[in-house]
């Protein structure tokens, strides 16, 4: 039974990942990426780690593609632009990314020489993963929260708008107050 | 069959008729409350008090022309209004509905699920709700519904934050995410909107901003958007949005119930047994109407929003509120006072 759920979500994962990329809508695509990450929810959960699961819906799919597709809908983006207009800095960004995903698969398959600790209940339970991460990894733990807190506040800088030169009426909403 | 699979199947029979039931009934709650608040009779030509209006309205709902506009986008048209439904008909499942019954010395939780996980499940299943009003507003190829899309999206995100906070902070001195924990957790000390009142109203306005209830209903706004998302949706679909409106507002009274007010539990009235199954079902179902009267006499007592005061409300005061409040549980609950 286990493995018939596991096989469905996985091929599901990969499929619905493929029409991420593939598709030419970007609204299609974003709902693909829904799915996608739905299935590997349920993967988490048949794993035993239904916390992880829960998060993953409750994250990505319940809060952050909506945001991309809000951003989709405010600038009714329907097709696909021309896959020729290269931004500036996008072939080191693709470089970067490259070096890190190669990193990661290299470290994988360091790993998997040797064999892994059994995945207990202990370790994937939310007490398991708290412990884990306010413990062992507290420095990277912080790092990456400090990370959060610069996007943030850099978000913020790049939103707001320079003051406004002249008297202001009083009374009258200041221009990002409006709706978008 | 295994037991524990005829037990699951009663246990999905008995919320999900009554999650289907509370439409119709809601139905004619809300048109009678509503005529009821404006001094008017409201609908009283069908049976006793138009008790038979809400099944003439589903009648009617079924043999309308179903339109589908030429320009819009067919596959994703089709799709959202079943995506309104789905999010309540699973989010109910994690809610306890009374005591672990034995029967033959094995014991059944009442409740469809008993996730360990179960309210971060609820919350998870229940952001998903957004994507029916969002895909219903970009299918349909028409300003009006756009926007609406636009301020749905815009709107659930800030108010699931506060709703969240609201949430893990009942979570706190529980230390589980079982729901069935937290009612037994009330059980045995007090209902837990006592000690956190701050959460539970950042929970309480917060619902009404998930559900797309007045006076957080800017999405549909029918004085600036015709009827917002669902402007181009017509007969069964349109009802589809309709009842998916009700289903979410029963499965958020019933977590809210369940976390702040002992669920499916009386105080000083210990349930156990089959009497105490069905005595608990009748408690959670009476605080659920309750909460569903609640809904429908603030829709019709408060004015609309503007959008920017809605924006503001949700990020400028609930956030911060909810954040003092998680603060306030976590200290209070680290002094053992909780």
């Keep these: 039974m286990e493995t018939v759920i596991f096989l469905l979500f996985a091929l599901l994962a990969v499929a619905s990942s493929l029409v991420v990329v593939l598709h030419k809508n970007p609204v299609y695509s974003t709902m693909s990426l829904v799915v996608t990450l739905f299935s590997v929810a349920v993967l988490f959960v048949l794993l035993g780690a239904p916390f992880i699961g829960a998060l993953q819906v409750l994250i990505y799919t319940g809060a952050i593609l909506v945001l991309f597709l809000f951003v989709l809908m405010l600038l009714n983006i329907t097709r696909e632009e021309s896959a020729v207009t290269a931004q500036k800095g996008q072939l080191a960004a693709a470089v970067l990314g490259a070096l890190v995903f190669g990193g990661m698969l290299l470290l994988l398959v360091l790993e998997a020489r040797r064999p892994l600790d059994p995945m207990t209940e202990e370790l994937v339970s939310m007490k398991g993963l708290a412990r884990s991460l306010f413990t062992e990894y507290l420095l990277p733990f912080e790092i990456v929260g400090l990370l959060l807190l610069v996007a943030v506040i850099g978000a913020t800088v790049v939103a707001r708008r320079p003051p406004q030169p002249g008297p202001t009426v009083s009374g009258l909403e200041t221009p990002e107050e409006i709706e978008p | ?338």
């Design chain 2, 1 to 338: 069959m295994a037991p524990s699979l005829i037990a699951t199947l009663i246990n999905v029979a008995v919320m999900l008729g009554f999650v289907l039931t509370v439409v119709p009934v809601m139905v004619w709650v809300e048109r009678r409350g509503s005529a009821l608040i404006q001094d008017r009779p409201g609908p009283n030509r069908l049976g006793p008090l138009g008790l038979i209006q809400p099944l003439a309205d589903a009648l009617k709902f079924m043999f309308k022309e179903d339109v589908t506009p030429n320009a819009v986008d067919k596959p994703l048209y089709l799709l959202a209004p079943a995506l309104a439904i789905m999010p309540a008909m699973l989010t109910i499942s994690v809610i306890p509905f009374g005591p672990d019954l034995t029967i033959n010395g094995r014991t059944y939780p009442l409740a469809i699920t008993n996730a360990p996980a179960g309210v971060l499940l609820f919350l998870a299943l229940a952001s998903l709700g957004v994507y029916s009003l969002v895909l219903a507003g970009y299918a349909s190829n028409n300003k009006f519904s756009l926007m609406g899309a636009i301020r749905a999206s815009a709107q659930m995100i800030s108010y699931e934050l506060a709703l969240t906070l609201a949430v893990l902070a009942v979570v706190i001195p529980v230390g589980s995410f079982n729901p069935a924990d937290i009612v037994a957790y009330q059980r045995q000390h007090v209902w837990m909107f006592i000690p956190e009142i701050l959460g539970f109203l950042v929970f309480l306005i917060a619902s009404f901003a998930e559900t797309n209830r007045l006076p957080f209903d800017l999405p549909e706004a029918e004085s600036e958007l015709v009827a917002g998302f669902h402007t181009e949706y017509s007969a069964m679909r349109f009802a589809a949005f309709f009842m998916g409106e009700y289903m979410s507002m029963t499965s958020l009274s019933a977590l809210g119930v369940t976390l702040y007010f002992g669920g499916w539990s009386l105080p000083g009235v210990d349930l156990h047994g089959w009497i105490g199954a069905i005595v608990g079902l009748l408690v959670l179902v009476a605080k659920i109407a309750f909460c569903m009267a609640v809904f429908v006499w603030v829709r019709w007592s408060f004015p609309r929003f503007r959008y920017d005061q809605l924006m503001r409300l949700g990020w400028k005061v609930l956030l911060p509120i909810a954040i003092v409040n998680l603060i306030l549980i976590s200290a209070l609950t680290l002094a053992g006072v909780l």
